[in-house]
């Protein structure tokens, strides 16, 4: 990785918040969060992306989970 990852302790406020949200979502820091917190507006976004689908209540939540398992799996999570 070129960039080193912002961590939690790296920022403060809203950024900190939502750095500690998803450290305890996986159990340890979100590197794909703590690139995008250089670029705070770019995080927001990336985090409304993700969140638009149960938002919208047009997938049920079984094929919400489905999908992302699938995108997990395609990725390699060790989840």
């Given at each position: 990785?070129?960039?080193?990852?912002?961590?939690?302790?790296?920022?403060?406020?809203?950024?900190?918040?939502?750095?500690?949200?998803?450290?305890?979502?996986?159990?340890?820091?979100?590197?794909?969060?703590?690139?995008?917190?250089?670029?705070p507006?770019?995080?927001?976004a990336?985090?409304?992306?993700?969140?638009?689908?149960?938002?919208?209540?047009?997938?049920?939540?079984?094929?919400?989970?489905l999908?992302?398992?699938?995108?997990?799996?395609?990725?390699?999570?060790?989840?």
């Open positions: 990785m070129r960039m080193q990852p912002l961590t939690k302790d790296d920022v403060e406020g809203e950024l900190r918040e939502i750095l500690e949200q998803g450290e305890k979502w996986l159990g340890k820091p979100a590197a794909g969060a703590g690139i995008q917190a250089y670029a507006p770019i995080l927001h990336s985090r409304a992306l993700g969140a638009a689908p149960a938002k919208s209540g047009l997938l049920p939540p079984l094929v919400r989970s999908v992302c398992l699938r995108a997990a799996e395609m990725i390699g999570c060790p989840f």
